[in-house]
């Protein structure tokens, strides 16, 4: 907001809460997973991601020095939201076969998984438009977009305070 009220773009900021957001969910996902072939993948396509979007970052933005007018990488976001969703139903399969915990709503990743599921996949086809009208001088209005993007976000944040709540109760 401080950037924003500054008149300066902040696009950098959605780019480096990518990197640092997939990182986190996918170390979640190597925790969670318990054969030594899936932590291997998870492993690779992390190291995969974080050269896809050094090379993405340096592509939409061809001038690093005109922060005015940076961009948000074109291909890490829609490749972030497809890799996220084959994580996240690969966990489901993991819960249906397995199942490890007696009932599913008091299993904190279980609500986790939701969150990440309805917000990736109502975002990855919004990602793309973001990236050709998200400028700082957009004369594009797409207030319909932008609704349902804040309304995702409302859901997977309240899918993520119920697997907090859930997990501090299950580790009182």
């Not at 819960?95 to 599921?117: D, I, S």
Request: proline share 3%; net charge positive.
């Amino acid at each position: 907001m401080w950037t924003a009220s500054e008149m300066m773009n902040n696009l950098v900021l959605f780019n480096v809460d990518l990197l640092v957001r997939f990182t986190l969910l996918l170390a979640m996902f190597y925790h969670t997973f318990q054969y030594l072939q899936e932590k291997r993948t998870v492993i690779v396509l992390l190291a995969g991601f974080w050269v896809l979007f050094g090379v993405d970052f340096f592509l939409s933005n061809p001038t690093l020095t005109d922060w005015h007018n940076h961009r948000i990488n074109r291909y890490s976001f829609v490749v972030e939201s497809v890799l996220m969703l084959g994580f996240v139903l690969r966990f489901f399969l993991y819960l249906v076969r397995e199942l490890p915990v007696a009932n599913l709503t008091q299993y904190p990743l279980f609500w986790v998984c939701c969150g990440l599921l309805i917000a990736h996949a109502g975002t990855v086809f919004l990602t793309p438009f973001m990236y050709y009208f998200n400028v700082w001088n957009n004369p594009y209005d797409f207030k319909t977009m932008v609704k349902i993007e804040h309304w995702v976000e409302i859901i997977r944040n309240m899918a993520f305070a119920i697997a907090m709540g859930y997990a501090r109760r299950s580790t009182n």
